[in-house]
């Protein structure tokens, strides 16, 4: 089993990441944002990507999406865990606190590539539930385990950028049932279902999202909150490993069966 993690930058000093080889790709799609460095945690083969680029230059808009899922994919990943910031619309969130969401809303859609498919064939791949269970499952028993508190559910509004939102629209998200805003979970959850890859994620809120508070937002307390947050994201990451199954039971893995027309 190959777990893929897509994170911002600095997340490689994790303990017991055993680092082996960086590896650089070309794909089909282009080039992917980093070189892959690939590793073992434990005896678990783990291959990390910085989403934004090694020096973190590429804004969310600008990430080549088709090309890090398709690389990952080449390296004979199975399983992606994403990280993710995100702003807290739920009034029950605050800074610092950690989200596994189990739904998504997709305001980038016809913004990015969203598909590997739009040649020659045609293909409805079923989204109902973005997120792999089998993976959120396993990143809620780590955080029981190692006494990090989570919020188990959560739908994540994946927004263009790089502009932040206006009040209106985060009440707006609220009101049709948005907890937290990001930018980078839209196409990956859909690219990695695509390709039979389970697809989960690690959301860090790291701040209010607009008008929740009466407080102008800033990248500054982003990356800060981020930071502060880095040690308990490192301790799951490095746990979770021994709670995934080892035979994947979901149905990502058979996500193109019937799929195509
Ligand atoms: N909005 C959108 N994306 C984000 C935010 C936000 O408030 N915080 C971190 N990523």
Redesign the pocket.
């Known amino acids: 089993m190959k777990i893929g993690i897509i994170a911002g930058s600095g997340l490689y000093d994790i303990k017991n990441f055993n680092l082996f080889e960086e590896v650089s790709l070309d794909t089909p799609f282009g080039q992917p944002s980093s070189p892959y460095k690939i590793g073992e945690i434990g005896n678990k083969q783990v291959i990390f990507l910085a989403r934004h680029g090694p020096s973190h230059t590429i804004p969310p808009h600008k990430i080549n999406y088709r090309a890090n899922i398709w690389g990952l994919k080449t390296l004979g990943v199975e399983r992606i865990i994403a990280i993710n910031?995100?702003?807290g619309i739920n009034r029950l969130l605050t800074p610092g606190d950690i989200v596994l969401p189990d739904q998504i809303i997709d305001f980038t859609f016809g913004y990015r590539c969203s598909t590997f498919y739009e040649d020659d064939k045609v293909v409805h791949v079923d989204f109902t539930y973005p997120y792999c269970s089998e993976i959120q499952n396993s990143i809620y028993e780590t955080t029981k385990k190692t006494g990090i508190n989570v919020t188990p559910k959560g739908t994540y509004i994946c927004?263009n950028?790089p502009r932040?939102?206006s009040a209106k629209e985060i009440k707006f998200f609220a009101s049709i049932g948005a907890d937290i805003?990001?930018?980078t979970a839209m196409p990956e959850a859909i690219l990695a279902r695509e390709l039979e890859i389970c697809f989960g994620a690690l959301c860090i809120v790291?701040?209010y999202?607009?008008g929740i508070v009466e407080q102008k937002?800033t990248t500054v307390e982003?990356l800060n909150t981020m930071k502060k947050s880095a040690e308990k994201i490192k301790i799951i990451i490095s746990e979770v490993l021994n709670y995934i199954p080892l035979i994947r039971k979901c149905p990502c893995k058979d996500a193109l069966k019937d799929a195509q027309l």
């Open positions: 910031a995100v702003g927004v950028g932040l939102e805003v990001g930018m790291t701040n999202a607009a937002l982003v």
